[in-house]
């Protein structure tokens, strides 16, 4: 299976919005409403942060949303603040029970 | 609390054998389906596996098939990883990763171990 693609680096300024696509195939993020989100701060695990497209976890701001529009999926974290800067991946079903993950985009809040 | 707890990273060499262990604590292990991802050193994260939550099916991906073996004891609240034949591609932070009903999200990550095959 290949990596979902996304940019590698992304920035906002504090207070605005920033959006990250993750871009699959028919084959997985086009195929199924099972994109995932997570947040990884350096040297920590991951955190889930959105499901299903666009559902939040208990206890995740209302400040990241997530989307999907044909074989792409995208979150965006709205009223951006120094915490939000970290790592973010995407993932999604791909079919016969794998799951394949994006490569990763940098958020730098300047 | 909700946690997972790897154990058993270190350093191998290439082909050799390396057991990982993950333990679960604070929720009902045996009803939840468990990930293992990985982590290249300053790369993205990589799925690995996946056991159901009663150990009937397991999946992997293609570059560790056939030489990793997942497993669960539901008894023990502990999940597996055997990997066998290791690869210095292998070295990266595993993690462990609870997955969610209905879906292949993962909602609890444990800290991770680290092995490093050189």
């Known amino acids: 299976q290949s990596a979902l693609t996304q940019p590698p680096s992304a920035s906002g300024s504090p207070g605005q919005s920033v959006t990250i696509s993750c871009t699959g195939t028919?084959?997985?993020?086009?195929?199924?409403?099972?994109v995932s989100w997570y947040q990884q701060h350096p040297g920590k695990a991951p955190k889930f942060i959105i499901y299903g497209v666009n559902k939040r976890p208990s206890g995740v701001p209302d400040r990241f949303s997530g989307s999907k529009s044909g074989n792409t999926a995208s979150l965006t974290v709205s009223g951006l603040q120094a915490a939000d800067e970290a790592d973010y991946y995407c993932?999604?079903?791909?079919?016969?029970?794998?799951?394949?993950f994006g490569g990763g985009t940098k958020l730098t809040v300047l | 609390q909700v946690q997972l707890v790897e154990s058993g990273g270190g350093v191998v060499q290439p082909g050799r054998s390396l057991r990982l262990s993950c333990a679960a604590s604070g929720f009902t292990f045996s009803r939840h389906g468990i990930h293992w991802v990985r982590q290249a050193p300053g790369k993205g994260l990589e799925w690995v596996a996946v056991?159901?939550?009663?150990?009937?099916?397991?999946f992997y991906a293609d570059s560790v098939k056939g030489r990793f073996t997942i497993s669960r004891d539901n008894s023990k609240n502990t999940l597996y990883l055997q990997m066998d034949s290791l690869r210095v591609e292998d070295t990266a932070v595993y993690y462990c990763?609870?997955?969610?009903?209905?879906?292949?999200?993962?909602?609890?990550w444990g800290q991770g171990t680290t092995v490093i095959v050189s």
């Open positions: 028919s084959s997985d993020v086009g195929g199924y409403n099972d």
């Open positions: 993932s999604s079903y791909a079919g016969s029970n794998n799951v394949v």
């Open positions: 990763a609870r997955g969610i009903e209905g879906g292949y999200g993962m909602d609890v």
């Open positions: 056991i159901w939550y009663d150990g009937s099916k397991k």
